[in-house]
């Protein structure tokens, strides 16, 4: 049976997509097997696979979706044939994601460098907590030795989750290889690549632990 992770924040712009695709690749370029589901009505993930499939190779990983109750089934036969199944879900926090989180194994918020969004990730933990699955802030379009960013991540570690240490810095390359069904992994090699593997090493070694 393979682990399930689900990326969740209630504000939209965190950059759940960018961070569910760009861990798929990695962990299917780690020797992995991958799914990822797309629980979002917008379809951005549906829209990167779709660009992905059109170049004609190899997507590298299965793609699939389910609107928010047909989570539980679609997940229990994709964890069946893969190592890691990826749920990006929707911009709420509302009963709509409980099956996303009452079916994972780990919940992966991403918190964008603002007050807004720290101030939005509560309630996700609050879900979490209530389904009783362990959850790690990722720490997203970061602006290393800011003011700002120090402040926020200072906060974060205040909350009840894990922060992980990797984080995902404010690139460009980061909107340019989503926008063509890529990933930073597939593109000239420069810091988000080891921003991605560190952070996919990072959800690994937790993952181990549960």
Known sequence: MGQVITI?????????????????VAFARAGKSVALMDTDPQGSAGRWFMTR??????????????SA????????????????VIIDTPPKADSDLRPALRACDLVLVPVATSHLDLWAVETILDLADRERKPAMMVMTRARPGTRLGVDVTEKASELAADVADEALANRVVYAETLGKGSTVLEAPKGPAHQEVTGLMQEIERRLEKL
């Open 8 to 24: 969740a924040q209630q504000k939209g712009g965190s950059g759940k997509t960018t961070m569910a695709v760009n861990l798929a």
């Open 53 to 66: 499939v059109e170049d004609g190779e190899d997507p590298g990983v299965e793609f699939s979706t389910a």
């Open 69 to 84: 109750w047909g989570v539980t089934y679609e997940v229990r036969k994709l964890a069946d044939s893969h190592d890691i």
